[in-house]
């Protein structure tokens, strides 16, 4: 019996295959040396061989020599350097190669698709296989599953059904990694019924398949659909768990996240990887679930998870948002800076907000190496959020200038620090820059504008703003202009506004209701105040909060109804607060109900004892009454308990500065020109039939040092002082932090109508607008 002598050739090619499993490229080399001298550098299929053994130890240059050398070639030989190239990236290089060949094949072709989607050319990719289907070369099922994951990340689901359409052609719809590439496809292309029915139709199924099904019910919104998938599952991989896991927590399901991996380590013995404990992080934080997230902390030094990277930053997210920042900032100090996210630096700049730790918050903002929008955004709504106005600015200013573009939040945020101060300029000036940016369109720009321009006085251009995005049917913006038109004693339009909105099947909430409430309050609608808080709490089912039930005991009490605002205040389900009571005491000193005045002024300091506006308002009930002795011995009890009234005040902003003043006030620099000026305009308009009312004076004082105190309040005297320095027939504009009283009222609309200036005053409730002898709020307020 004759002994079997394998033939030299196969020996050199298991020798090549050895030495690309030992991953000894150099050994190769040597067997190709072997080769030569053995007179074998002929053979086309050692040459193969040897180009394959070249190409995937990353000698490709070795290998393109070798192929280039060769006397004859096959197709093989063209596939193998092909595929070289396509794989290393070159993919210019494969084209090139790809052009030379004589007759390409279904590998050839398959190599410049996959080629192409590894380079992320996925539209080349697709043309490929246009050009393929064009060339009549039959596609495989590698060709077939590379140009569905081209329609897939393109969500080209046009040609991604006619890609099925030769799936069904040609039979390859039973290969199970061609189904799971239609069901990605289907998913990933906004057709969730075909990827149901191609899953459906599937005979063998593997887990890529199921899990396919539960991340499309995920992205569909369909937890329940993707939990009764992965129930109906004999066998679960750890991506199957992290489907569920992932899916809840992106769906803000945070609980069903935790309670899935708890499931997962009781019935398995899978570990978590990165995506697993990234996502029970997130869903921790976001619960606040502090000591849950310790736990699973702890798991991850036990096991020596490596913490850089997404598990890193899920776990600095979670003790910021949990209330552990300190835990976070040295994880944070520990950890190599390059491999933590933004997001990481953004939830301690969050965490140390929540605190109201700025100093903080601005040393992490500034550890930053580079600062992106989100940063930048984060550390002024921070500032904002605190009352840090200035700092807001400043830093706005400084992101301007090293070239960040602010995005929709940041414009927002600093629009509320304009509204904030009535800063019209200013605002004006986020206005224009939200333009050249294409941010004004935006929501939450525009709601901010609305807001801003509301806030300064030019209702008008608040209303332009809201015509131009209304259609977007958004309720923050609706109840934004509703409250404004309410603010600026256009009661009448903010219910039209109101009405319109539920018209056009707008959900109110319970802002919305306090908005609309004002509105019937500022012109004295009180029945249809009655109608909206039933509608609020039987048609929309809100349930009133202490803001609704001060907005009503405020109705009544404007309106007169003292006795039915006490009813009210009698049937409240819950105690009423400070701002009920306080409702209620400024209605009785207005309708001088002096007994009513004194329970709703108990009431109050019981709550509060402190409060100088319960003591001012029963003492000027009493004084509006004549009972001046009494009216004396509560500004006694208030001067023995050492309780201050709040100071009145009015301000103006000219050219970028801000000018206050007070009642008699004799400190300001133009002090003898304004006092001079206001002397002036009280004679003339008292030759225009104003008369000073002096009752609002609640001291008893001789009715000449009466008038001058009235001729001397804050309002009058910012008034002067914006007369003498701005234009003619420019609007002014004057802010005040208490309810203006009676004699200013009156006296402004006759000073309009003297200078001939639409004079806009804001005090501690709404919108005076003083033109031509008449204000907007038609003398109810």
Same mark, same amino acid.
């Given at each position: 019996?004759?002994?079997?002598?394998?033939?030299?050739?196969?020996?050199?090619? @298991?020798?090549?295959?050895?030495?690309?499993?030992?991953?000894?490229?150099?050994?190769?080399?040597?067997?190709?040396?072997?080769?030569?001298?053995?007179?074998?550098?002929?053979?086309?299929?050692?040459?193969?061989?040897?180009?394959?053994?070249?190409?995937?130890?990353?000698?490709?240059?070795?290998?393109?020599?070798?192929?280039?050398?060769?006397?004859?070639?096959?197709?093989?030989?063209?596939?193998?350097?092909?595929?070289?190239?396509?794989?290393?990236?070159?993919?210019?290089?494969?084209? %090139?190669?790809?052009?030379?060949?004589?007759?390409?094949?279904?590998?050839?072709?398959?190599?410049?698709?996959?080629?192409?989607?590894?380079?992320?050319?996925?539209?080349?990719?697709?043309?490929?296989?246009?050009?393929?289907?064009?060339?009549?070369?039959?596609?495989?099922?590698?060709?077939?599953?590379?140009?569905?994951?081209?329609?897939?990340?393109?969500?080209?689901?046009?040609?991604?059904?006619?890609?099925?359409?030769?799936?069904?052609?040609?039979?390859?719809?039973?290969?199970?990694?061609?189904?799971?590439?239609?069901?990605?496809?289907?998913?990933?292309?906004?057709?969730?019924?075909?990827?149901?029915?191609?899953?459906?139709?599937?005979?063998?199924?593997?887990?890529?398949?199921?899990?396919?099904?539960?991340?499309?019910?995920?992205?569909?919104?369909?937890?329940?659909?993707?939990?009764?998938?992965?129930?109906?599952?004999?066998?679960?991989?750890?991506?199957?768990?992290?489907?569920?896991?992932?899916?809840?927590?992106?769906?803000?399901?945070?609980?069903?996240?935790?309670?899935?991996?708890?499931?997962?380590?009781?019935?398995?013995? =899978?570990?978590?990887?990165?995506?697993?404990?990234?996502?029970?992080?997130?869903? %921790?934080?976001?619960?606040?679930?502090?000591?849950?997230?310790?736990?699973?902390?702890?798991?991850?030094?036990?096991?020596?998870?490596?913490?850089?990277?997404?598990?890193?930053?899920?776990?600095?997210?979670?003790?910021?948002?949990?209330?552990?920042?300190?835990?976070?900032?040295?994880?944070?100090?520990?950890?190599?800076?390059?491999?933590?996210?933004?997001?990481?630096?953004?939830?301690?700049?969050?965490?140390?907000?929540?605190?109201?730790?700025?100093?903080?918050?601005?040393?992490?903002?500034?550890?930053?190496?580079?600062?992106?929008?989100?940063?930048?955004?984060?550390?002024?709504?921070?500032?904002?959020?605190?009352?840090?106005?200035?700092?807001?600015?400043?830093?706005?200013?400084?992101?301007?200038?090293?070239?960040?573009?602010?995005?929709?939040?940041?414009?927002?945020?600093?629009?509320?620090?304009?509204?904030?101060?009535?800063?019209?300029?200013?605002?004006?000036?986020?206005?224009?820059?939200?333009?050249?940016?294409?941010?004004?369109? @935006?929501?939450?720009?525009?709601?901010?504008?609305?807001?801003?321009?509301?806030?300064?006085?030019?209702?008008?251009?608040?209303?332009?703003?809201?015509?131009?995005?209304?259609?977007?049917?958004?309720?923050?913006?609706?109840?934004?202009?509703?409250?404004?038109?309410?603010?600026?004693?256009?009661?009448?339009?903010?219910?039209? =506004?109101?009405?319109?909105?539920?018209?056009?099947?707008?959900?109110?909430?319970?802002?919305?209701?306090?908005?609309?409430?004002?509105?019937?309050?500022?012109?004295?609608?009180?029945?249809?105040?009655?109608?909206?808080?039933?509608?609020?709490?039987?048609?929309?089912?809100?349930?009133?909060?202490? @803001?609704?039930?001060?907005?009503?005991?405020?109705?009544?009490?404007?309106?007169?109804? =003292?006795?039915?605002?006490?009813?009210?205040?009698?049937?409240?389900?819950?105690?009423?607060?400070?701002?009920?009571?306080?409702?209620?005491?400024?209605?009785?000193?207005?309708?001088?109900?002096?007994?009513?005045?004194?329970?709703?002024?108990?009431?109050?300091?019981?709550?509060?004892?402190?409060?100088?506006?319960?003591?001012?308002?029963?003492?000027?009930?009493?004084?509006?009454?004549?009972?001046?002795?009494?009216?004396?011995?509560?500004?006694?009890?208030?001067?023995?308990?050492?309780?201050?009234?709040?100071?009145?005040? @009015?301000?103006?902003?000219?050219?970028?500065?801000?000018?206050?003043?007070?009642?008699?006030?004799?400190?300001?620099?133009?002090?003898?020109?304004?006092?001079?000026?206001?002397?002036?305009?009280?004679?003339?308009?008292?030759?225009?039939?104003?008369?000073?009312?002096?009752?609002?004076?609640?001291?008893?004082?001789?009715?000449?040092?009466?008038?001058?105190?009235?001729?001397?309040?804050?309002?009058?005297?910012?008034?002067?002082?914006?007369?003498?320095?701005?234009?003619?027939?420019?609007?002014?504009?004057?802010?005040?932090?208490?309810?203006?009283?009676?004699?200013?009222?009156?006296?402004?609309?006759?000073?309009?109508?003297?200078?001939?200036?639409?004079?806009?005053?804001?005090?501690?409730?709404?919108?005076?607008?003083?033109?031509?002898? =008449?204000?907007?709020?038609?003398?109810?307020?």
């Amino acid at each position: 019996m004759e002994s079997y002598t394998q033939p030299l050739s196969d020996i050199y090619a @298991s020798l090549l295959q050895t030495s690309l499993r030992t991953k000894n490229p150099f050994a190769g080399k040597l067997v190709h040396a072997q080769i030569i001298k053995s007179g074998l550098h002929l053979s086309v299929f050692l040459m193969n061989n040897l180009i394959n053994c070249y190409a995937k130890s990353g000698f490709l240059s070795d290998a393109h020599h070798v192929f280039d050398e060769m006397p004859s070639r096959n197709t093989t030989s063209w596939n193998t350097i092909l595929s070289a190239y396509a794989k290393q990236g070159r993919i210019d290089d494969a084209y %090139c190669v790809f052009k030379e060949m004589p007759e390409p094949d279904s590998v050839s072709w398959t190599s410049m698709i996959a080629g192409y989607n590894r380079m992320g050319c996925v539209e080349n990719a697709i043309k490929m296989f246009l050009d393929m289907i064009s060339c009549h070369v039959f596609p495989t099922q590698f060709t077939i599953t590379s140009v569905l994951a081209s329609c897939a990340a393109i969500e080209s689901l046009g040609i991604g059904r006619k890609v099925h359409t030769f799936v069904v052609k040609l039979g390859l719809n039973s290969y199970v990694s061609v189904a799971n590439s239609l069901l990605n496809m289907y998913a990933k292309s906004g057709d969730p019924v075909t990827a149901k029915v191609v899953f459906d139709r599937m005979k063998l199924k593997s887990i890529t398949s199921w899990n396919a099904m539960i991340s499309l019910h995920m992205q569909s919104g369909r937890p329940d659909l993707a939990l009764a998938q992965f129930d109906q599952m004999s066998e679960r991989d750890l991506v199957s768990w992290n489907s569920m896991i992932t899916g809840y927590n992106q769906r803000g399901l945070d609980r069903e996240a935790l309670d899935i991996l708890s499931r997962m380590s009781k019935e398995t013995s =899978l570990k978590p990887d990165n995506f697993t404990l990234a996502s029970v992080l997130s869903a %921790c934080a976001n619960l606040e679930e502090l000591n849950l997230g310790k736990q699973i902390h702890a798991h991850v030094v036990r096991t020596e998870f490596n913490t850089f990277g997404p598990v890193g930053n899920a776990l600095i997210s979670m003790y910021s948002k949990s209330g552990g920042v300190g835990i976070a900032r040295k994880i944070l100090e520990h950890s190599v800076t390059s491999d933590l996210n933004v997001i990481a630096f953004t939830s301690i700049l969050d965490g140390y907000i929540k605190l109201g730790d700025m100093n903080s918050a601005r040393q992490i903002f500034d550890a930053l190496r580079t600062h992106d929008v989100v940063s930048w955004t984060a550390m002024i709504v921070g500032y904002v959020q605190n009352g840090f106005n200035d700092e807001a600015i400043n830093l706005f200013r400084s992101m301007i200038r090293e070239g960040t573009k602010p995005n929709s939040y940041t414009l927002a945020a600093i629009l509320s620090v304009s509204s904030s101060l009535a800063s019209l300029n200013h605002g004006e000036q986020i206005h224009a820059k939200s333009i050249r940016l294409g941010e004004v369109s @935006s929501v939450s720009v525009s709601n901010g504008l609305i807001s801003m321009y509301a806030k300064s006085g030019s209702i008008d251009c608040a209303k332009r703003i809201f015509n131009l995005i209304h259609w977007k049917k958004d309720t923050v913006s609706w109840t934004s202009m509703v409250i404004a038109l309410a603010q600026h004693g256009l009661g009448e339009e903010a219910i039209e =506004l109101f009405e319109k909105m539920l018209e056009f099947g707008i959900k109110p909430d319970h802002i919305t209701y306090v908005g609309v409430l004002s509105a019937c309050i500022h012109v004295g609608y009180v029945d249809q105040g009655r109608k909206y808080y039933k509608l609020m709490k039987d048609a929309h089912g809100i349930e009133p909060t202490p @803001s609704h039930y001060a907005c009503m005991i405020d109705l009544f009490g404007r309106a007169g109804l =003292l006795q039915e605002a006490q009813g009210f205040i009698e049937k409240m389900p819950i105690e009423p607060d400070v701002f009920v009571w306080g409702s209620l005491l400024a209605s009785c000193r207005v309708h001088k109900n002096v007994e009513l005045a004194k329970v709703a002024a108990e009431r109050l300091l019981l709550i509060d004892p402190d409060n100088s506006g319960a003591y001012s308002a029963l003492a000027n009930a009493y004084s509006a009454c004549g009972k001046w002795e009494d009216a004396a011995k509560i500004r006694k009890s208030m001067k023995d308990k050492q309780v201050k009234k709040e100071q009145g005040f @009015s301000w103006v902003q000219i050219k970028g500065e801000v000018h206050v003043f007070g009642v008699e006030d004799a400190l300001h620099p133009q002090r003898d020109a304004i006092y001079r000026l206001i002397a002036k305009i009280w004679k003339e308009i008292k030759k225009m039939g104003f008369v000073p009312n002096t009752e609002a004076v609640l001291h008893d004082l001789d009715e000449e040092v009466k008038e001058q105190i009235l001729r001397h309040h804050s309002e009058k005297l910012a008034i002067a002082f914006g007369l003498l320095n701005t234009p003619e027939n420019t609007t002014l504009r004057v802010m005040k932090n208490l309810r203006v009283c009676d004699d200013c009222h009156s006296a402004i609309k006759f000073i309009s109508k003297l200078v001939g200036r639409e004079i806009i005053v804001r005090d501690a409730t709404r919108f005076h607008h003083f033109r031509s002898g =008449l204000c907007s709020c038609h003398d109810y307020w």
